[in-house]
């Protein structure tokens, strides 16, 4: 079996990821041979390479792309990796309905720092937060899978913690009049035991700047019992 009749195997069974291990055992031939036609198949943008050894297969309808959207794939790369992840900042904020400014870049939360990924016209940029465990996440079906997304709540509180990554606070602003219809209260207190409280303080202070004062004041009472400063 050639590499372009298991490709072709792998996207009727819909499976649209392998990596160049699969592609090797299933086949039978010898490394170099398999590499060789991989790099072919990459050539003609019937597969293409996020990072090494793992490959995505490539739909007519998105070789434009020279890749498959991120949302397609990261899910199952993060398996690969072993890694906690979620989709996060603006990306979450723009699947929760606040897609005032589309990201340049999908957002994905990891536990360390990792290079971004460039693959075609696709980006992925990478941002670290240590204590991920926990966090709440949002599940979302994709053409491919699932991939898990940060709450509303979680996404306000980091973009805020997070405002380089996040366009400046400005922008935040703009991103949060939108998000905040999907925003619940208790839901953003128990978000905010998570996070240092000076994000709290932050996003309170954008909260009632965008006129969204019930918000606002539902962090009042978390921030006046752990605040140190003002």
Known sequence: ???????????????????????????????????????????????????????????PEHRRLGCLPAEHFIDQLMKIWEEPYYVCLLSAAERHGAAHQRPQATQVMVRKNRHSIEC?????????????????????????????????????????GYPNHAGGLGNIATVLSELSEEMAGEKLIEAAKLCPVSWSQRLGYLLELVGHNDLAQELGPFVLENARSY
């Open 1 to 59: 079996m050639r590499v372009s009749e298991y490709v072709r195997n792998l996207a009727a069974s819909g499976s649209y990821h392998f990596t160049t291990a699969d592609a090797i055992k299933a086949i039978g031939g010898s490394p170099p041979a398999v590499r060789a036609q991989l790099r072919r198949l990459k050539q003609q943008v019937v597969i293409a390479e996020p990072v090494r050894s793992f490959h995505v297969i490539v739909p």
């Open 120 to 160: 075609g016209m696709v980006r992925v940029e990478f941002i670290a937060r240590g204590d991920l465990a926990g966090i709440p996440v949002a599940v979302f079906n994709t053409p491919r899978g699932v991939l898990k997304y940060s709450t509303p709540e979680v996404t306000a509180l980091e973009m805020v």
